[in-house]
């Protein structure tokens, strides 16, 4: 990875006609940064191995030996009877291999219905049945195929392993005559679905240009110095790791495509690729600012970008100590000509944008530096493409300065709905406003403050509690205690509406801490910051206490539903002995006597 290695960067010209392209977008995005790099045969993204010998070993491929790999897997499809249209569930574990099946299937104008392989099998099989899909590609069948024989009228045309397309002789076969597939701009180039933790998930749908839509500025703005490196870690199968992809493939930017996303997988790799940019989900944030910080790995990190849920600052304050970025870098994607001309400052800065699948993109950046003050929950102003944002009331009326309401935005950027479910979709649409399902506030320098989910706001009887905020205490305030935490609502005793507790995972320093006493720090820091505190704290011990979704998100539903009699039944959650140190594993769970 020696700097002096041929640059595999679009020149910055090329990238500039990228902006202006009119059919470019989701759906093509490979065929025009094959046809504008004139760098196209130099390997910049790379997959990641450990070796017999415990080492990591990066494999790098150009974008010549993308383009095989996309028509190779498209001879596959096409052979099996895919058209036009149609969708296919794509059910490959994380890295590089299931975006491969992305271009392919776009390539030939098909629908790829992106599934983390972590979701439910009882889940997956009614999400595939609602979206219609024409065959399943997965790393493992056996499931599926056991529940398609025992009702052969569900199962699809096709069922294959990920391995029979990987070893496919496509020699003999031909490609369709228009090839790749022409997209037109409101044509569906991916369905992208919720973490499904109840019923169905949601299918997002995004559109070959409306999710190009807002990245045209990346071409220019995000740093693509030939020293620059990105670190995604996203879900790529989510749409935040689609985006990243798609942006590092347009500007040619050395990009290591990461199949794991927790520490001990991260750490290794961070520092044999040394990346001056990583991209998450906050779930590696979070194990990468716990305990002693990857300095090594870090060196050189000059930004982090979060999307997804939002990070907390208690996490971010850590992690930009780390590295090291220009001085004049102070905003979300610097100029190339400024990150060669300025000198360098120690620590790095922090991207956490407010987005979704359902916006397309981050559309909201707040930006911190080791320099910035404490302000929680500010997510900062709406990116260029957002044409409006504002906080509404349930009739979809702007509600002034300071006042929390439902968070909404016009952009072109926004999915055009749910696959086969234009009535969920609508509930969405409010006064030409996409609802994003956040509450929010804007104070009167137009920046906007996240503070929680509409589902997860908790309805108290002296007035709502907004989960965020109070989580944002916990993790700065208690960092000593503790590590990790979720906010979430209960019925209360006696019929006094819902009550704020708190399900945490301690700091490996602070085992010994009874939930009663965690309770009692977190109340005093709470009522001093002036926010509610809280009826109870839930000490987490295992992975199995502090449930995760498929992509890494806290599941508060099921802390919800665990946690429904905490009040009305507390005989059934009494709290053990503290367990001996050398006892205790490294993941935390839900005990503790309610207050």
């Known amino acids: 990875m020696s700097e002096t290695a041929p640059t595999s960067v679009a020149p910055l010209e090329a990238r500039?006609?990228?902006m202006t392209e009119p059919d470019l977008g989701a759906g093509n995005f490979l065929a025009y940064a094959v046809d504008s790099n004139p760098n196209r045969a130099v390997p910049f993204v790379f997959s990641h191995h450990t070796d017999h010998r415990g080492q990591v070993v990066l494999r790098g491929h150009s974008l010549l030996d993308l383009a095989v790999l996309r028509d190779r897997y498209a001879k596959w499809y096409h052979s099996s009877g895919v058209r036009p249209g149609e969708p296919v569930a794509v059910v490959v574990a994380e890295g590089l291999e299931p975006l491969l099946h992305f271009l392919a299937l776009t390539a030939l104008g098909a629908i790829p219905a992106m599934v983390n392989d972590a979701m439910r099998p009882d889940v997956m099989l009614r999400y595939l049945e609602h979206v219609g899909v024409v065959g399943v590609v997965a790393d493992d069948t056996t499931r599926l195929a056991?529940?398609?024989r025992a009702d052969p009228r569900r199962r699809p045309r096709f069922l294959a392993l990920t391995a029979e397309v990987q070893a496919f002789d496509a020699a003999s076969v031909e490609l369709p005559a228009q090839y790749p597939y022409r997209p037109g701009p409101t044509d569906v180039v991916a369905l992208i679905h919720s973490s499904g933790t109840t019923g169905t998930p949601k299918s997002t749908m995004l559109a070959h240009r409306q999710f190009w839509e807002g990245k045209q500025p990346r071409m220019v703005r995000f740093p693509a110095e030939p020293y620059d490196r990105l670190m995604s870690l996203m879900p790529h199968t989510h749409a935040g790791g689609l985006s990243y992809f798609l942006t590092a493939v347009l500007l040619g930017l050395p990009t290591v495509v990461m199949a794991d996303w927790r520490r001990a997988a991260v750490e290794p790799v961070m520092e044999v690729f040394q990346p001056t940019m990583i991209a998450s989900f906050p779930r590696t944030f979070v194990e990468l600012a716990t305990?002693?910080?990857?300095?090594k790995g870090a060196a050189?990190?000059?930004?982090w970008f979060n999307t997804g849920d939002s990070a907390h600052h208690g996490h971010i304050r850590r992690l930009v100590q780390l590295g090291e970025r220009p001085a004049g870098l102070i905003k979300?994607?610097?100029?190339?000509?400024?990150?060669?001309?300025?000198?360098?400052?120690?620590?790095?800065?922090?991207?956490?944008?407010?987005?979704?699948?359902?916006?397309?993109?981050?559309?909201?950046?707040?930006i911190?530096?080791?320099?910035?003050?404490?302000?929680?929950?500010?997510?900062?102003?709406?990116?260029?493409?957002?044409?409006?944002?504002a906080v509404l009331d349930e009739s979809g009326r702007e509600l002034p300065d300071g006042t929390v309401g439902l968070l909404g935005v016009k952009t072109p950027s926004?999915?055009?709905?749910?696959?086969?479910?234009?009535?969920?979709?609508?509930?969405?649409?409010?006064d030409g406003y996409w609802l994003t399902g956040d509450v929010a506030r804007r104070d009167a320098e137009g920046n906007f403050y996240h503070l929680d989910r509409t589902v997860d706001v908790i309805d108290t009887a002296t007035g709502p509690v907004y989960s965020l905020p109070v989580e944002e205490v916990l993790l700065a305030d208690c960092a000593d205690v503790v590590q990790d935490c979720s906010v979430i609502g209960v019925p209360g005793p006696d019929g006094q509406g819902q009550v704020p507790i708190a399900v945490v995972r301690t700091q490996a320093g602070a085992r010994d801490r009874t939930a009663e006493a965690i309770r009692d720090k977190a109340n005093a820091e709470l009522v001093a910051a002036g926010l509610a505190p809280l009826a109870a704290v839930r000490i987490a011990r295992t992975e199995r206490d502090f449930p995760l979704g498929p992509t890494g998100k806290v599941l508060k539903r099921e802390l919800r539903t665990r946690y429904a009699t905490l009040f009305t039944e507390p005989a059934a959650f009494t709290e053990p002995a503290a367990e001996p140190a050398d006892r205790v594993g490294a993941e935390p769970v839900a005990v503790g006597d309610p207050a």
Not at 291 to 295: I, N
Not at 368 to 389: I, Q
Not at 414 to 430: I, N, V
């Open 16 to 18: 500039k006609r990228l």
């Open 146 to 148: 056991s529940a398609y």
């Open 291 to 295: 305990g002693e910080l990857p300095v």
């Open 300 to 303: 050189r990190v000059h930004s």
């Open 332 to 366: 979300p994607w610097l100029l190339p000509s400024e990150a060669a001309t300025e000198s360098a400052l120690p620590g790095s800065q922090f991207v956490d944008g407010l987005g979704s699948s359902e916006m397309g993109m981050a559309l909201f950046g707040g």
């Open 368 to 389: 911190t530096t080791p320099e910035t003050p404490r302000n929680d929950r500010c997510v900062g102003k709406p990116l260029e493409v957002v044409t409006a944002a």
């Open 414 to 430: 926004r999915t055009p709905g749910y696959w086969h479910d234009a009535r969920l979709t609508a509930s969405f649409e409010l």
